[in-house]
Nanobody
Framework: QVQLVESGGGLVQAGGSLRLSCAASEQTYANYAIGWFRQAPEKEREFVAA????????IYADSVKGRFTISRDSAKNTVYLQMNSLKPEDTAVYYC?????????????????WGQGTQVTVSS
């Protein structure tokens, strides 16, 4: 079973930056694509970004293109989400998820394992 733990959330002012981390099981980390999703109060969970096995492919939601960057460090068994130029509408609980599928899926149902989430709050 793949275990995922998110960290790096917090409170920042609009225009600021945060770097989220998703730590995964070391023996299986490279065999899984990792996606980031977020859920704001009273809203459905939405796709944010994803990275394929070994980091060859990366995709982003239109709302974060040019502001967020996803990457992975195999030596640390960790996937990162660098978030710059944050806006109040980015406020949400951010979750990372893992799937053995090829590519970088953007659909929730394609992911098999999920972390517990980390809160990101952007003030105006």
């Amino acid at each position: 079973q793949v275990q995922l733990v998110e960290s790096g959330g917090g409170l920042v002012q609009a225009g600021g930056s945060l770097r989220l981390s998703c730590a995964a099981s070391e023996q299986t980390y490279a065999n899984y694509a990792i996606g980031w999703f977020r859920q704001a109060p009273e809203k459905e969970r939405e796709f944010v970004a994803a990275i394929s096995r070994y980091g060859g492919s990366k995709i982003y939601a239109d709302s974060v293109k040019g502001r967020f960057t996803i990457s992975r460090d195999s030596a640390k068994n960790t996937v990162y989400l660098q978030m710059n130029s944050l806006k109040p509408e980015d406020t949400a609980v951010y979750y990372c998820a893992a799937t053995p599928r090829v590519g970088a899926p953007r659909i929730e149902k394609e992911y098999d394992y999920w972390g517990q989430g980390t809160q990101v709050t952007v003030s105006s």
